[in-house]
């Protein structure tokens, strides 16, 4: 199984600010990785597929890099409908598809 | 639009059984992979299981295998989950997942989520 580990757990951030979230998989998933939001009492959303291919109606403001094992979600400035936690997941071994720990990025 | 809406989350004793259903809505449904993912409180998301768009081909997390079965009929546009033997560890809010393609293994859709509770 390939774990995911997010980085850092928490973030605390303004508004305006610009956020980097990190992923480390366990061994290469390629560019086979997806990042999701979910804000409470909601189903997550995806944001990000591919490494970095914005979902449809997703802002400009949310970008994906990476590849292999390292991979980095950018906000690059925070708008207050942001402060959520982020997930990401990884299909490059299905049917054994996982998900990370989440980070939370909370308002300072 | 697209709709996934779960349903037969209960709170059920240990070693009982449940039927999870999701009824989909908004897109042409046998086009597309399906997938149960589940939340325990709290805590973050654990993929469950997903059946391709003609339901000829399953697969299972590991933690699942064995118990859980899932199903779709698409005549009526539905997703299910049949879940024997549970655990407590099973309780958790369970999401039916559209995937973005045939086997592209994301999530784009989800539903709410329904609540499954395994106590005595």
């Known amino acids: 199984e390939i774990v995911l580990t997010q980085s850092p757990a928490t973030l605390s951030l303004s508004p305006g600010e610009r956020a980097t979230l990190s992923c480390r998989a366990s061994?290469?998933?390629?560019?086979?990785l997806a990042w999701y939001q979910q804000k409470p009492g909601q189903a997550p959303r995806l944001l990000i597929y591919?490494?970095?291919n914005r979902a449809t109606g997703i802002p400009a403001r949310f970008s994906g890099s990476g590849s292999g094992t390292d991979f980095t979600l950018t906000i690059s400035s925070l708008e207050p409908e942001d402060f959520a936690v982020y997930y990401c997941?990884?299909?490059?071994?299905?049917?054994?598809?996982?998900f990370g720990g989440g980070t939370k990025v909370e308002i300072k | 639009e697209v709709q996934l809406v779960e349903s037969g989350g209960v709170v059920v004793q240990p070693g009982g059984s449940l039927r999870l259903s999701c009824a989909a809505s908004?897109?042409?449904?046998?086009?597309?992979?399906m997938h149960w993912v589940r939340q325990a409180p709290g805590k973050g998301l654990e993929w469950v299981s997903l059946?391709?768009?003609?339901?000829?081909?399953?697969y299972y997390a590991d933690s699942v295998k064995g118990r859980f079965t899932i199903s779709r009929d698409n005549s009526k546009n539905s997703l299910y989950l049949q879940m024997n033997s549970l655990r407590t560890e099973d309780t958790a809010l369970y999401y039916c997942?559209?995937?973005?393609?045939?086997?592209?293994?994301?999530?784009?859709?989800w539903g709410q989520g329904t609540l499954v509770t395994v106590s005595s």
């Open positions: 997941q990884q299909r490059s071994n299905w049917p054994r598809i996982t």
């Open positions: 059946i391709s768009w003609d339901g000829g081909s399953t």
């Open positions: 061994q290469s998933v390629s560019s086979y």
């Open positions: 908004g897109f042409t449904f046998d086009d597309y992979t």
């Open positions: 591919d490494a970095s």
């Open positions: 997942a559209k995937d973005t393609g045939d086997y592209d293994h994301y999530f784009d859709y």
